[in-house]
């Protein structure tokens, strides 16, 4: 009884409370198991965004646009910093129990970040599947696609570290 009262007023909070900003299209999924504090979550299109039971969202950002898009946050997780998707078909999943203290994750263009359980993320930390423009050669076709990011469990990445496309 107590764990269900528990879980009543954190959603509440999560959905209602001032320190939070929500905005989801009809058309979007927005499943919150966890505790979002500080935090404003945007999505447009028809994207789904899971947030795991016993997670702690803290001072974030997620922003999602356009659709198909996909952030799968696991149970247990620590969390604060920027989640950015950007056109259709992005998808960000981060393993149980991870840690991240400040990190910018951008996700662009039909392209994945997959992050193993049990990581430990420090502050500073950009990670990005994109150039965010485009680079062309003398004939002139595209030569910098957007590549996905694997990062495997139990994963200890420092201060200050840049994780780029591929």
């Given at each position: 009884?107590?764990?269900?009262?528990?879980?009543?007023?954190?959603?509440?909070?999560n959905?209602?409370?001032?320190?939070?900003?929500?905005?989801?299209?009809?058309?979007?999924?927005?499943?919150?198991?966890?505790?979002?504090?500080?935090?404003?979550?945007?999505?447009?299109?028809?994207?789904?965004?899971?947030?795991?039971?016993?997670?702690?969202?803290?001072?974030?950002?997620?922003l999602?646009?356009?659709?198909?898009?996909?952030?799968?946050?696991?149970?247990?997780?620590?969390?604060?910093?920027?989640?950015?998707?950007?056109?259709?078909?992005?998808?960000?999943?981060?393993?149980?129990?991870?840690?991240?203290?400040?990190?910018?994750?951008?996700?662009?263009?039909?392209?994945?970040?997959?992050?193993?359980?049990?990581?430990?993320?420090?502050?500073?930390?950009?990670?990005?599947?994109?150039?965010?423009?485009?680079?062309?050669?003398?004939?002139?076709?595209?030569?910098?696609?957007?590549?996905?990011?694997?990062?495997g469990?139990?994963?200890?990445?420092?201060?200050?570290?840049?994780?780029?496309?591929?």
């Amino acid at each position: 009884m107590k764990e269900d009262i528990k879980r009543i007023l954190i959603l509440i909070r999560n959905r209602w409370g001032i320190s939070n900003s929500i905005k989801k299209s009809r058309e979007s999924s927005l499943i919150i198991l966890g505790n979002i504090l500080n935090t404003s979550i945007k999505v447009t299109g028809n994207s789904k965004i899971s947030i795991g039971e016993g997670c702690r969202i803290n001072n974030a950002l997620i922003l999602v646009i356009g659709n198909y898009n996909s952030v799968e946050i696991g149970e247990g997780v620590f969390f604060s910093g920027k989640i950015e998707l950007i056109g259709d078909s992005n998808v960000i999943k981060i393993g149980k129990n991870t840690r991240i203290n400040g990190a910018e994750f951008i996700v662009h263009n039909g392209t994945k970040v997959e992050i193993g359980s049990n990581c430990l993320f420090s502050t500073k930390i950009d990670v990005r599947t994109t150039d965010s423009h485009k680079v062309f050669n003398s004939e002139g076709e595209r030569i910098n696609f957007d590549k996905n990011i694997i990062i495997g469990e139990h994963v200890w990445i420092g201060r200050m570290v840049s994780i780029l496309k591929g």
